[in-house]
């Protein structure tokens, strides 16, 4: 049996609801596909068996999108919505504890003279800035902290290794954990390696105590587009990081070349979209890396507006991986309320 | 889903972002870079001018019915006229080294430029289109199209029409509203590279731009008489082909008009090209890559509300993937914004005119009444104005009206097709042939089936794509003659069927004989 | 054929029929006409006086031979319009004496008039497998696109053979329409049929498929009316038609937009070279978009 297009297991899944990744039911759900997942040969013809995708066309739909003209009320909506999706991030080698405490402090109150502005949806760290962070924003922030694991950003060591790194984000106190898969691994075609990874590492988010009660850190998978190459292994690689338990999937580690495009993260979109139709699991999208405009952050969600509507239109299902990006949302907001234009030298720099 | 009819609001900006988190606010672009005169003449021999018997008409905008402003109507008297200047222009235009003619060529390319955001407004106002297709697609084609054609003045000797390409004399060309700008660059950038001059009718519900155009040629300097703007309705249209001193007529428009216009040269040294219309198949097949193909879909039928004589009219969709196709189609269109043809964000704006909205309303009734299911997105339409919401129709047989008869309009018919074969001869069987859609991974069958459709134009994985350097033009009673490319010079020069330049023949040099 | 007074032997006649779909009918009507020679209108032979239903037959036969013919590869078009060549040339004889009484021509002018004939389908034979190549080609577009423009036969065409030249005139007319992969209907020339009939023959002896060229005879008139009307015929090339007769049928093609030639207004020398105008008059250029993307 040839498996096509994830509309033919409609029939399979009945959905009474679409539920989250991330919740209880979602193993269920994806019970539902466990023939897909049997074995690498049935991984591979599933894969294989998605639509095509036209790499012309794509770029098209996506710089179409791009033109879309943001004004006034609806662009006040949008910055507010960005500032509250951004996963603020730093991961630099050169990273403390101090500039890890003056980043959270960012997000928290992202500018200082308008207590209006929404803080950000989490703080992107390293492992071992995890707990700097969950000291610096308390319980109460509702910002989470997110942790890059899976030794970030090549992902060159061994399975335990992975393991390891991902269960001392958590223990740390992640509530999110950024890994990326094993892209040697899936350019030379060896998904079940891939997915079987994937599964390992979510079942390392889940904090001693047991599954029971979400007390599992999210897990956001990075496929690192610019590596992957091709349209076709980004459709396929969303899918199978879905299949895999993903609750997100995100784009890029911002550490290659190409990072997150508005075409391949437009193909992410339909890629969720598309689950959620077939599974009724509903997965998150981030693109990170790139993105340092407010036009730019507005253009992805303009995509996210008209490829997904308003069931994504929330932190809770897409994210931006940026650092730069807020001053200049910041600074476009400044202009909407002042009707002046702002200078960096009215967004605090950390 | 079933039989969902748009309603009609007077909230212009309703639709998809209705009620939504994220909905745009207006954007709308400025009027005020046009400067609109509350009347405008005939453009004849560098002139504007009133009609000899004084009429006008009345241009709107489709959008909202205001009466943009008020033109003259070009009569038999106005047609001699106009022919007599070009016939007189011609002496000298035809004469002047090519490099010379290209020269003006590429100033109006660059005024074109130069003014295209002022034109893509004006063509929005006057024909009802979106802007982000004015700005987007018609100008930068208008303004290529010069552009190409420019380069081509002083290399006509290396077209392979003939060692020594003359030109035929007078053109007469007429062209639709569909693109008005756009008809008038594919019509006259070949002419005048090829040494001709122009008497051209623009449509008699889209006058405007080519008017403004008349005032590029004088930025240009052109010289009076080599390009003849006559703002008219069919009767001018009509003189105009008839008239005996025309030595080309070049047209644009539906098929039965073309019928007239082959009826009305016969016998007569003229050389003829028809642009005419078209049923044109997209088909689907179930390896196609499905987000792709449903762009291709909404740009092949949505694209300029559907008044293009190449839209992929019928959607030939194999069986197994129908469902998967409509379904995303069907949410695709939920997506569509309909409304102020100046708002930056609209995809659909308003039917060019209550004619051409009577008859898409007329054969969309008569696809209901022949058993065809019809959908259309819940979609707010404007009160004031010519609207129509974007429409699709399933259950279609090769027997309907619909699947048949040119619609001109944003209604899309579906059929179905098992194999590769049958979509073949359903795609063909149709007395027109300008263009096709093919959508499938396997370049194989690209290729074969590219080589069986009977179209001119054939899109491959891609619909309504266009470009200077591309012929265009139909098979069968979708016209004859190439406009585009190398092969648009043809039809503008004599002797230029033979490739090689062999011996003249008696009949064009009779033609010209005294010029 | 006449009987020389100087033979002992009776010769055998021939009765001329009709070439369509690959056979040799009569015509439907069961008619005939008296065929004379032009100088002394001395009885050569009865030619069928084809009907309406006669061209009605061709055209389905020429439309059934279109899928193969045009789907043939260049190449093999191009072997078997040599092989139309070769099969002439063995027959220069039988053309030059049927030629000669067909037109009044002296036996060396005629002899010339068939050389030319044979070296004219040799012409074309060579141009089967180039013309797409002279008349296409690759166009370059401003965006990530593929595209190529390529000559495709039209169809049906239906041809009026010129009246003044009966076999070099025919063959001008003919070679080009078929080379190209059209499929063609011949009303050959009215009064002087006879060496197009016999033409048939070559062309059955050939491997030119069934259908791919029919040949009637008749009254020119008669017959383009339905041709030029038909709804099946793609193109109408008028060469041998009257003024008058032309524009009518212009004018009656012009219901179905069919692709016409117009006479010359001059005669036309068909011994002067050829041009591509009579292959690109028979051609559609289709234009192939694709996108250029991994």
Known sequence: MVYRYARRYAGLVTMSSVVPAYGPDAPGRLAGLADVTASDAALRRFLHGLPGVDAVGLEARAAGLGTRSIKTTAKAYAIDLAISMIDLTTLEGSDTPGKVRALCAKGRRPDPTDPGTPHVAAICVYPDMVAVAREALGEDSGISVASVATAFPAGRVARPV????????????????????????????????????????????????????????????????????????????????????????????????????????????????????????????????????????????????????????????????????????????????????????????? | MANQKPNRSADASAGPSAGRKFAYAPAPESRAVVDLAPSYGLFIDGEFTDAADGTVFKTVSPSSEEVLAEVARAGEADVDRAVKAARKAFASWGALPGAERGKYLFRIARIVQERSRELAVLESLDNGKPIRETRDVDLPLVAAHFFYYAGWADKLAYAGYGRDPRPLGVAGQVIPWNFPLLMLAWKIAPALAAGNTVVLKPAETTPLSALFFADICRQAGLPRGVVNILPGYGDAGAALVAHPDVDKVAFTGSTEVGRAIARTVAGSRKKVTL???????????????????????????????????????????????????????????????????????????????????????????????????????????????????????????????????????????????????????????????????????????????????????VWANTFNKFDPTSPFGGYKESGYGREGGRHGLEGYLADAADLTGGPASEKESATHEGV | MKVSEQQSRLSVFKTYKLYVGGKFPRSESGRVYEVTDPKGGRWLANAPLSSRKDARDAVVAARKAVPGWSGATAYNRGQVLYRVAEMLEGRREQFAREVAEAEGLSKSRAAAAVDAAVDRWVWYAGWTDKIAQIAGGANPVAGPFFNLSTPEPTGVVAVLAPQESSLLGLVSVLAPVIATGNAAVVVAAERSPLPALSFGEVLASSDVPAGVVNILSGRTAELAAPLAAHQDVNGLDLTGAAADLAVDLEVSAADTLKRVRRPAPAPEDWTADPGTGRLTAWLETKTVWHPIGV
């Open chain 1, 162 to 350: 992975k393991l390891a790194d991902t269960a001392d984000a958590v223990a740390a106190g992640a509530d999110e954990i950024d890994m990326v898969i094993d892209r040697g691994a899936f350019l030379s075609g060896r998904y079940m390696e891939v997915f079987e990874e994937i599964r390992a590492v979510k079942q390392a988010c889940v904090r001693p105590g047991g599954p029971e009660g979400g007390t599992a850190a999210h897990l956001k998978v990075i496929f690192e587009n610019g590596e992957l190459s091709t349209y076709d292994n980004i459709r396929r690689c969303s899918w199978l990081a879905m299949l895999a338990g993903a609750d997100f999937i995100k784009t890029s580690t911002g550490k290659v070349a190409v990072n997150a495009t508005p075409p391949n993260t437009l193909l992410m979109l339909e890629a969720v979209r598309d689950f959620r139709d077939a599974v009724g699991v509903q997965v998150g999208v981030k693109p990170a890396g790139g993105i340092r405009t407010s036009k730019d952050a507005i253009k992805y969600l303009v995509m996210v507006n008209e490829t997904l509507g308003d069931d994504w239109l929330s932190p809770d299902w897409f994210r931006f991986g940026a650092s730069s990006l807020l001053n200049d949302l910041l600074m476009q907001r400044q202009k909407l309320s002042t009707g002046r234009y702002s200078g960096p030298d009215y967004v605090t720099v950390d």
């Open chain 2, 275 to 457: 642009e005419l219309g078209g049923k044109a198949a997209n088909i689907v097949f179930d390896d196609a890559p499905i987000d792709q193909a449903v762009e291709g879909i909404v740009d092949g039928i949505f694209f300029n509300q559907g008044h293009v004589c190449c839209a992929g009219s019928r959607l030939l969709v194999q069986e197994s993937v129908q469902e998967e196709v409509l379904d995303a189609l069907k949410r695709r269109m939920g997506t569509l914004r309909v409304g102020d043809p100046l708002d930056k964000n609209t995809d659909i704006g308003a039917i060019n005119s209550a004619e051409q909205l009577a008859r898409i309303t007329a054969l969309a009734e008569a696809g209901e009444a022949e058993g065809a299911e019809r959908w259309a997105p819940a979609c707010d339409l404007p009160s004031a104005g010519y609207w129509f919401a974007p429409t699709l129709f399933t259950g279609v047989t090769q027997a309907h009206r619909i699947a048949r008869e040119e619609v001109f309009g944003p209604v899309l018919s579906v059929l179905t097709f098992r194999t590769p074969a049958e979509a073949v001869e359903k795609a063909n069987n149709t007395p027109y042939g300008l263009s096709a859609g093919i959508w499938t991974e396997k370049g194989s069958r690209i290729l074969s089936m590219a080589s069986k459709l009977r179209a001119g134009v």
